[in-house]
């Protein structure tokens, strides 16, 4: 019987399963208990008859495993050369003002 139970589940590893409802793993996840229940369907739970699902440790330790975002890494970017220095920086001198957007008219 254990074995098939063992099977069933081979992620667990408890030796005492404690079940938590919708309010206990949701406190435990520090996230709003709707989160869970809209998401049931997707994340590892339990469910005995008509009663609403229950998680025990292991299916809360998945379900933060599947919601890890992983830092993205950082890209190795080379010092910029001395020609790409020199044209970001613009002197004062070398900005000059466009011409003029509208054509003059002439003033009668």
Same mark, same amino acid.
């Given at each position: 019987?254990? #074995?098939? /139970?063992?099977?069933s !589940? ?5 030796v +005492? ?8 793993a @949701? #406190?435990k /996840?520090k996230?709003? !208990?709707?989160?869970?229940?809209d998401n +049931? ?6 469910k005995?008859? @008509?009663n ?6 292991c299916e809360?330790?998945l ?10 890494? @950082? ?22 003002p ?5 054509p ?5």
């Amino acid at each position: 019987m254990t #074995a098939g /139970l063992r099977n069933s !589940r081979p992620y667990c590893t408890c030796v +005492v399963v404690q079940n938590y409802g919708y309010d206990e793993a @949701a #406190a435990k /996840l520090k996230i709003k !208990r709707r989160w869970l229940e809209d998401n +049931v369907s997707r994340i590892p739970h339990q469910k005995f008859g @008509a009663n609403s699902a229950v998680f025990c440790d292991c299916e809360l330790r998945l379900i933060q495993a599947m919601c890890t975002v992983p830092p993205a890494p @950082a890209e190795e970017e080379a010092p910029p050369t001395e020609a790409e220095r020199t044209t970001a920086v613009m002197t004062l001198r070398s900005i000059k003002p466009s011409g003029s957007r509208r054509p003059t008219e002439a003033v009668v």
